[in-house]
Each structure stands twice: as C-alpha cells, then as structure tokens.
C-alpha cells in the first residue's frame, strides 16, 4: 500500500510509502484522495498530518509516467481535496518536497519541517511549470516577489529560509512525526486558516512585472520555461484563483509536449543514468576515505576543495615547501571566496582547511587510498611523479592522472601495479564544474573503473567514461569547434559575429569570447604538441595572434581588443587586417546567424559520431552530458547529438555536405550517414 493511515488521540497519520522517493504515482494520487473522503467522514480525527517513510517527503512527479498519458485523479484535483478538507491537514516535511510535492504540502492548511529539508519548484527545469497550483498558491502565501524566485530559478531552497518566508509555519527539532502530532494537536481545536486559494497576492510596486521580465529574459537566453513560469505567477496575481490555475494548467500542458521539455527530459535520465552505468553494474569499487593531490596550481587546489567538499581528508604534494605553501594558499583562497559570497560559514572554511595537510615528501601518502597527479601538462613530469608514487604508495592505491589531452597509457608505463591506475579528467574550476570524463587504461581493472564513478557519486559529479585519444571526448569535439570557427573568418564572417550567432543560440559566450577568457596560449601549446606528434591543426589566424602576444583578456587582446579593467570585448583592427591577409583568394559571403550556427555545432556533431563510432564514447547521452556540463552547451537543447536527432539526423548530412562542397567542413563519417538511415545514433552502439 502506498499510503496507511493511523491515529494517535484525535490526530490521523497519513503515511506516504512509495519508495524510493515517494513519488506521485497514480497509485498513490487516489490513496491521497481516499484518504482525505475517510477522514472528512470520521468524528473521532480532529487534524491529520501527512508524512512520508524513508528518506524524504514527496519529492516529486513519478518519473516513469514522464511522456505518458496522465490517468486520473490529477495532481490539481488531489491538492483541491487536500486544501477542502473538513480536517486541518499539516503536511510533516523532511528531505525534499518538490514540484507537486510542494503543490501537495500548498495545499494543507499548515506546514511543518525538519531543519535539514528543502522545498522547491523545480519544474522550469524540465522545460515546464507548474501545473498543480504552485505559480496560483504561491504567491498568495509568500507575495509575489518570493514566488518569482522559487518559480522561475526553480532551485530548492533551505527549511530556516522558507521558514522566514512564510512557506513553513514551523521547524519541528527532534522526531518530526511527534513533533507534526503535538503541532496538529495545538491546532486542531482552532478555526481551520483561509485556504490559500481564497487569499488575495498582496500588491506589488509599479514596474515590478517589467522588471522581472526583463531581468528573467536576460538569464533565460531563450529558455522559454522560466519566462512562462513568471507569466503565470503574474496572471495569479492578477486574475482570480479559478482564472489563474486555469492559465497555470494550459501553459503546463502545452509545454509538456514542447522540444524544450523533451530535451531537458533527455538530459534528467542521462544525468540519472550516468553514475551508474550499465557496463559496471555488479562490480564493487574499491573504499576510497583519504585521498592525496600532487599539484597545487589552480587545478590541484581546485581538486582538493572538491574532495575536502565531499568529507575527505586530502594531503597536497608539491616540489619544495615553498611550493606547498603556494599550494596551501590556493585552497584557501577557494574558500575564502566561497565565506566572502555568502555561500559558506567561515567555521565551515575552516573545518575545510583544518583537513588539507601539505608536504613536499611523498612518504606522507603511503597509506592513502587515492592519489590524483595535477601538474603542469608534460609526459615526463607527470611520468616521474608516478615512479615516486609507485615506491611510496599501497599497491591496492588508487592512482590517477589529471590529464587534458595526454595518453594516460603513455602516463602510466612503469606503474607498479598498473591495473589501479585511471584517468580523472577535471575540468577547471574544479570545485564548481560538474564534469568529470573517467578514462580507464588498457590495463585498469573494472574495480578501479567503478571507483572512479564511484568517486565522482561522492563529489556529486556528472561522470562520462571516455576512450584514450587526443582530448578525450569534450576536447577533441573542442578542436573541431575552433578549426570551423576560424574557416567562418576565412569565409566573410567576424569574431563578434560569431560570438553572437553562438550566444544567440544558447551558448554563454562565442567561441572567440571563450578562447580570450582562458587565453589563447593554452591552445596553442597543445597544437605545438600535436605538430611534435606528426599532425597539421588548423588555426592559421590563432597561430598570427600568438606571434604577435595576444593571448586574450590578460594581455589586453586576442581575437578582441579589451581596455584596461574592462572585459567587455571590441573589435579589433588588428585581428580584422589579419584575417583580410589571410583570407585572400577564398571565397567570401555573408553569413546569417543560423548559418554560422550551423558550420560550427554540426561539424562538432560529425566529429562527435566519430567518437561514438570509435567507442571513446559508449553512449550519444554521453556526449551531451560533456557538452552541457563541460562547455556551456545550452542544456534546453538537450546536447549536440539529441539536437542534431531532434532536428532530423538526414538535414544534418544534407547541409553538412552543402559545408563540404564549399570547403568548409570534413565529409559526414560513415557513422553519421548510417545513423540518419536510421534517424537516431543508437544504431552505432545497439
């Protein structure tokens, strides 16, 4: 049974069992229904709390109806019978109530939580809104400038915050059912509150809506949720209730079946997937409960406080002591950030650093579970700093190297041991990127492998298993995307129009804004090493651009011109003579946004049909996941390979050969035309 009910006095429990989070199956919509027609119809219950088991409250819709037909009772219809009962209804929070969990816990006349839990609205995240009354109660509870901001950021947000806001009515401190029965106890005896749906929104000042929608639109950069969602919260406080949850109802339902919806769809099950794959399943990873950092430059550090986050102690290796001391400040400096932003105590700082130790010697590891190597990009460097881990560290030690573009086998030769040796692939700033491509070695073991997710679980990372070749999967994709850039300047486009017809399409920045931001030094030191290796990268306008020292925001220039203290980017004279120079003889034309778009994400498509081919990557969600996660790909269009399927794999190839025809792309792979035969890349890894 998904819901039991109990009494204690003249109190009813309501206990909600549908593991594993309590989700709002159909099964248990009718129960909630049938309980409140059960207890309405007995005089013995003057007050019912609604809790859940195990781990939280009702967190949520059931995922496995996500693109069915709903079956009745609703989710309005339940929250209706909820707020009309003839009984107080207290709902008894812990863990999370979000989505229609929190529409649920609207509608019972109070609300009560533990201190840990968190409520939230979370829908614009999967492309829609709310559709069980949370944009039309909302504001009626909290006012609408609350409800804009839990609507449409659609983030959780702490008990003790809500708390201030209005949401909960009490934090319960110790057991929370006794604590919800002395709670509806007290008011049981007390008129039942006005139902939030018979509540006036309190007035708001002029020019707050403008203002919203305007603040709203430049965060969304075309994500249509959020903007709907704010429109919603707003016909609430406008209109009457029966109005405005019709309004909610429509919106929910027309986005529910929108490409938006059904890319950020996409994107939740192969976020859930991901630390879990289905190649590992059964295979018991190794304990990891210490862990060492070789390195602490920006990366290293970075490392450190993503572990230190996750309640590990970490000691960091460095070279010399003045080296560790650097190390040491940098870790620091991290949290300092994080107290000086509001986002952490400084007694929370502090306990973070009081676990970071640092050494120049590498005896101080021997008996560390996991060791990741983060130092500066060289095969001998990095080689020499696992000879020394090979002497000092346990053979059951797990030992991983950081590398962007190196070949952790050529890394790993001379490893003791080397079948617990593995690539961990972070990406820069550690701490906050989600990212994390895990490449095993010919050598490493299934166990190690799934340590690696297993560690990417603990740090709440988004963990991608990537085959060994120059860049992984997130880079190689990468160079793709700078080489198609510099032919659209060879071929009559600009930086600032590409940038823009890249942001225009969802990206934070261009291309060319990107490369200034990390500078162009760091790509060209990885095309130096790809000449040594025997290949030809193409870059002929980046290559000038270093010769001449510009190497981005740092020195005043790069693809843009910058003023001092000023990152917004110009034109640049220099650049522009250049590229003239350079693309003397070539064709020129002009180029639309979509068209630029175009010559660059879907090239990036083809190399990454590549990669799916080779199996550097298992799965097309993969790939998607590296790019939303590692490179700003905009996760409502639900990565390069569920868009290229969304937009019709045979389009692809069609205007890919129209790019080839004018030499401005690589032909379609192979792949890549038996995938669009098919209409789905599945085929190349069924």
Known sequence: MTVTITREDAVAVVTVDNPP?????????????????????????????????????????????????????????VVASIESAKKPWVAAIHGSALGGGLEVALGCAYRVAVASASLGLPEVKLGII????????????????????????????????????????????GDLRAGAI????????????????????????????EAAEKAEAAKARREVAPLRALASVRKASEADFSTAMAFERETFLELRGSEQAAALR?????ERAAPRPPELAGVTPRDIRS??????????????AALRDAGLPVVLI???????????????????????????????????????AGGDDYGLIADTDLVIEAVF???????????????????????????????????????????????????????????????????????????????????????????????????????????????????????????????????????FEAQDLGGLDIAAFQRKAARERGETPFAPVAERLCALGRFGQKTGGGWHDYQPGDRAPRPSETVAAIIVELAAGRPQRAWSEAEIADAILLPMVNEATRILEERVALRAADIDLVKIHGYGFPRWRGGPMHYAETRGLAEVVAVLDGLVADGLAEPPCDGLRRAAQAGRFSVLSD
């Open 21 to 77: 989070v309590n989700a709002l199956s159909q099964a248990l919509r009718q129960a909630l229904v049938d309980a409140v027609a059960e207890l309405d119809a007995d005089g013995t219950v003057k007050a019912v709390v609604l809790i859940c088991a195990g781990r939280t409250f009702i967190a949520g819709a059931d995922v496995s109806e996500f693109g069915k037909p709903p079956l009745p009772p609703h989710l309005p219809d």
């Open 130 to 173: 709310p559709g069980a009354g949370g944009t039309v109660r909302l504001p009626r509870l909290v006012g609408p400038a609350a409800a804009v901001d839990l609507v449409t950021g659609g983030n959780p947000v702490g008990a003790r915050k809500v708390e201030e806001l209005g949401l909960v009515d009490a934090i319960i401190e």
């Open 182 to 209: 002395a709670f509806a106890s007290d008011v049981a005896g007390k008129p039942l509150p006005q139902p939030l749906s018979s509540r006036a929104v309190p007035a708001v000042e002029a020019g707050f809506w």
């Open 266 to 270: 996409h994107v939740f099950f192969a």
């Open 291 to 304: 862990a060492a950092v070789i390195g602490g430059g920006t990366m290293g550090a970075g490392i450190a």
């Open 318 to 356: 460095e070279r010399d002591q003045a080296a560790v001391e650097r190390g040491i400040a940098n870790v620091r400096a991290i949290y300092d950030g994080s107290v000086k932003r509001g986002r952490m105590t400084q007694a929370l700082a502090d306990e973070r650093m009081a676990g970071v």
């Open 377 to 511: 990009e060289d095969l001998a460097v990095k080689r020499t700093v696992f000879e020394m881990l090979s002497s000092v560290c346990r053979p059951d030690a797990v030992l991983a190297t950081n590398t962007s573009y190196l070949d952790p086998d050529a890394i790993s030769r001379g490893v003791s041991h080397p079948e617990r040796f593995l690539g961990l692939h972070f990406f820069s700033p550690a701490h906050v990127m989600k990212l994390l491509e895990i490449v095993p070695t010919e050598t490493t073991t299934p166990e190690v492998l799934a340590t690696g997710f297993a560690l990417a679980r603990l740090l709440a990372k988004i963990p991608v298993r990537a085959g060994i070749c120059d860049g992984f999967i997130g880079n190689r994709i990468l160079k793709v995307t700078r080489a198609q850039a510099e032919r659209l300047l060879l071929s009559g486009a600009t930086p600032s129009a590409v940038d823009a017809a890249m942001r225009a399409f969802g990206l934070p920045m261009g291309p």
